[in-house]
């Protein structure tokens, strides 16, 4: 029941937009994500649902077949597509891209509980773009 209220709140997608300037697209996305996550009733309530899903195995996996599952999905569509267009390195993991992406914001998210503030998201693109970006 969580779970419905989650999806029921916050927006069926978090589609990408696709400007053909990736870093301009990740940030737009990655910006709106953290606006959801950061206020009510949706931040509090995906918090408590993680909670939940630590204790309760059918929750998790409904959590990720239903949220996570279909957000990473569109994260690595995205950054396949900026890879055809030679904005990634052609050996870059897309897989390794979307966990790096999403990792920072769930630990200030449920670990130490700081703002998740789009200043910060920008930090975590910033850091991370020259080692995403195609090789010379």
């Known amino acids: 029941m969580l779970l419905d209220s989650l999806l029921s709140v916050g927006p069926s997608d978090l589609d990408y937009p696709d ?8 940030r737009r996305q990655i910006h709106e994500a953290v606006d959801l ?3 009510a009733p949706f931040g509090p309530l995906f918090r408590a649902l993680i909670g939940e899903a630590q204790q309760d195995p ?11 599952v ?5 994260t690595v569509a995205r950054l396949e597509t900026a890879r055809a267009q030679g904005q ?16 920072p914001l769930y630990f200030r ?3 130490t509980q700081e703002p998740l503030t789009h200043a910060y998201v920008d930090r975590i693109l910033d850091a991370l773009f020259t080692g995403m970006g195609p090789r010379p």
């Open 37 to 39: 996550l950061a206020g």
């Open 19 to 26: 400007t053909g300037d990736l870093l301009a697209d990740l």
């Open 58 to 68: 059918g929750v998790a996996a409904a959590l990720n077949d239903r949220f996570i």
């Open 70 to 74: 279909p957000q990473a999905a569109r």
């Open 109 to 111: 998210l449920l670990i």
């Open 88 to 103: 990634l390195s052609p050996d870059f993991d897309l897989e390794l891209a979307m966990a790096v992406l999403s990792g």
